[in-house]
């Protein structure tokens, strides 16, 4: 008995219904997963370039870029509320500009009123198709031509294969052979199974084969038998998938290794899964635009709801996905597959059929089976497209939809239908139509370039025909902020093929901005995506710590004076003071040239004389025509000195002697010489001096002798002390009894 794959189903894990209008949360106050999505979304055209890694370079640059800057008060915030316990884990996901996060439903509601916001959705779980089996093996893989590529030379040799699905069981033999290896070949979002593919479902393991299967089992299960697979494990071991974690799958695959110099990206991308049907979903939408930016078709299972007409699903309606729909051997539809109209919109659901009824493929612990539904249609279209993307390496993927739909074999009404879309795959057909059909493709070295404002970069735009296109393509080009302006040389390529200097002049505004140049010939045009950074010119910055010093005159002050590169400055910084009068000191710098950045010792010395004061001094750093400057403060305290008596009073009788210890201390440094003198003695009294005069700080002792004639009564003794301009005094008292 068959038993078709069921599509997926779409779960919400709570209805939110945010958008960016105000919303009352419920109480009490409880988690829930969300994505938080940005109101602006890279739009990027298709990304063409003769060199694979720098189309996925230029991409993978662009969307990090617009996301790290639209997102920053969004995760600002979400710190914020995350130290406060109030959110629990932030996800950044920047292939479709949105932040995946578990908060509370308050931040939730917050995060909505953001101007920068365009909706906070709830996060959702999606369950894994079912796996069913069947009596009977098809010749499918016949039925869709793929022997006549195959007789060619063309086997997928070189080309990679994707699946976003429950997992690859690695242990099968037609499967481990096949797939790439290494780190940037696997991937569960969902961390169950970091480092070795798995699938204990084995739907990802189905669809796998019918795409890259060999003849292990006695007949050839593949389409592209000498293809390679990498696989996204959306799918938990209950199977289930989040929003999340399919964001997260679609990003891993535009970089599987996280390195953007590497073009380890897919050729094609499978996805047999669906959500609920009949409705438009465009969640996923930024996701799938961006895949075939890259020139990635992301190939879906357009469901299993037939016969019912309108039962589109979401992904798969989603414009930028090709929906593939099963017909059985006899190319009649399978009752079971998803009809048009598309509730998204597009002309004709689905855009292609493919064998998809009792398909033998590849199963669980090495063995096969044979399984029904689109499901397993789908990986038929995707196993095509890597041979004809051996034949034609580049191809857009709107040209490969195109030699898609024109090479399907026309079924039901005639023309494009609700049904069988443009029809039932015959890839050798869409080969032929690649090879005759005239086109273009456009593509731009470098990818990105940086400049300064006003400041030029270069491109070269190359443009390909094929299939016998030998006509003019006129250049132009959008997404140059205003200010800059664009000159291409020549205008026009004459003769279908060659090659046109591209000459941009930056505008003064800094950043990146992501140019699509276009060429048009006719009716028909085709655009490459190229970036341009405009970055501030080299500079430096000079700072000084400290900013003041006190010293005293003679003293020597320092400073350290900072250099810091700005924008890969690497030049020399003379440093000069100006400012400071000689009569106050000299400046030197060690080292008084910084090379590119670094610090140098400002060492002011000051003379001996120099007046007390504060003293702006002028650091001025030099290179070529860029100047900055920084001042630091010199403040000088007065040399000086104090006297003081000890004690303070004595008392003798006539003919004894009072002894004074007389202090000069130093101020601001002073060490002077300075020279005592006793007035206010009594009438036949004398004073004798040891240690005068005194180098400060130092001391004398003043001795004051009475004589029997010396008269009675209290005295006021003054010492004064000198030192060229400088005096000071002090008094003490004496008794004489």
């Not at 069947?134 to 063309?154: C, F, I, K, M, R």
């Not at 891993?252 to 050729?267: H, V």
């Not at 901005?513 to 028909?524: D, E, K, P, Q, V």
Request: aromatic share 6%; glycine share 12%.
């Amino acid at each position: 008995m068959m038993v078709r794959c069921r599509p997926l189903v779409i779960a919400m894990v709570t209805a939110l219904g945010l958008s960016g209008t105000a919303w009352a949360a419920p109480q009490p106050d409880p988690f829930v997963d969300v994505i938080v999505v940005m109101k602006s979304q890279v739009v990027p055209g298709p990304v063409v370039s003769p060199d694979r890694r720098e189309r996925l370079r230029s991409l993978e640059k662009t969307l990090r870029d617009h996301a790290t800057r639209t997102q920053r008060g969004a995760r600002d915030l979400l710190a914020v509320r995350r130290g406060q316990g109030r959110v629990t884990s932030v996800v950044p996901l920047w292939i479709t500009n949105a932040i995946g996060a578990r908060v509370r439903a308050s931040v939730a509601a917050e995060l909505a009123r953001r101007p920068e916001v365009g909706a906070v959705r709830p996060d959702s779980t999606i369950q894994a198709p079912a796996v069913t089996t069947a009596s009977a093996a098809e010749p499918n893989v016949a039925q869709v031509n793929a022997p006549a590529l195959w007789d060619l030379g063309y086997r997928g040799q070189g080309m990679v294969v994707a699946s976003m699905d429950t997992g690859v069981d690695l242990s099968h033999p037609e499967l481990a052979v096949r797939w790439r290896g290494g780190a940037n070949s696997w991937y569960d979002p969902n961390g169950q199974h970091p480092s070795t593919p798995t699938d204990v479902f084995g739907h990802g393991t189905q669809t796998m084969g019918v795409m890259v299967g060999g003849d292990g089992g006695g007949t050839s299960v593949g389409v592209a038998p000498d293809a390679r697979w990498i696989a996204v494990k959306i799918f938990n071991d209950r199977g289930q998938a989040t929003s999340t974690g399919i964001h997260l799958g679609y990003q891993w695959l535009l970089d599987p290794d996280g390195n953007p110099a590497t073009a380890d990206a897919p050729n094609v991308v499978n996805n047999s899964w669906t959500m609920a049907a009949g409705s438009c979903s465009l969640d996923f939408q930024p996701d799938l635009r961006n895949l075939r930016a890259a020139g990635i078709v992301p190939v879906f299972a357009a469901g299993n709801y037939g016969p019912t007409a309108g039962t589109s699903a979401s992904p798969a309606n989603n414009p930028e996905a090709l929906a593939v729909g099963s017909v059985d051997d006899t190319d009649t539809i399978a009752p079971f597959s998803s009809r048009g109209p598309s509730a998204c919109g597009q002309a004709g659901y689905p855009q292609l059929v493919a064998p998809g009824t009792d398909i033998r493929t590849t199963d669980l612990y090495g063995g096969y089976l044979d399984a029904s539904g689109t499901s397993l249609a789908a990986p038929h279209v995707a196993g095509a497209l890597a041979l004809l993307l051996q034949t034609m390496p580049g191809l857009t993927a709107d040209r490969q939809v195109s030699a898609l739909q024109q090479g399907a074999v026309d079924l039901g009404p005639a023309g494009a239908d609700n049904s069988y879309g443009s029809g039932r795959l015959d890839v050798l057909a869409s080969y032929n139509w690649l090879r005759s059909t005239p086109d273009f493709a456009v593509a731009v070295a470098p990818s990105s370039a940086t400049t300064q404002p006003g400041g030029s970069a270069q491109y070269t735009v190359t443009v390909s025909g094929s299939g016998g296109f030998s006509d003019d393509v006129g250049l132009s080009l959008t997404g140059l902020p205003a200010g800059g302006t664009a000159t291409f040389d020549p205008p026009v390529v004459t003769g279908g093929s060659g090659t046109s200097s591209l000459t941009v002049v930056a505008p003064a505004t800094t950043g990146s901005s992501a140019l699509t140049i276009t060429g048009t010939s006719g009716t028909t045009t085709r655009s490459v995506l190229a970036s341009l950074t405009v970055v501030p010119p080299p500079d430096y910055t000079v700072a000084a710590t400290p900013s003041s010093r006190t010293v005293s005159a003679g003293a020597v002050a320092t400073y350290t004076i900072g250099v810091s590169a700005l924008n890969g400055f690497t030049g020399d910084v003379t440093l000069t003071a100006g400012g400071l009068p000689t009569a106050v000191g000299t400046a030197t710098f060690s080292p008084a040239v910084v090379h590119g950045e670094g610090t140098a010792q400002l060492s002011i010395t000051t003379q001996a004389a120099a007046a007390s004061g504060s003293y702006p001094v002028t650091v001025t750093a030099s290179s070529g025509a860029l100047g900055h400057a920084v001042t630091v403060t010199l403040v000088v305290n007065p040399r000086d000195f104090a006297v003081t008596i000890s004690p303070a009073s004595i008392s003798v009788t006539r003919t004894q002697t009072a002894t004074y210890t007389v202090a000069v201390s130093s101020i601001g440094g002073f060490n002077g010489s300075v020279s005592l003198k006793i007035t206010g003695l009594p009438v036949n009294s004398s004073a004798t001096w040891t240690g005068n005069p005194v180098v400060a700080p130092g001391w004398a002792t003043l001795k004051v002798k009475t004589t029997s004639a010396t008269a009675r009564g209290t005295f006021t003794l003054k010492v004064t002390g000198t030192n060229t301009s400088l005096g000071h005094q002090a008094t003490a008292t004496l008794v004489v009894r």
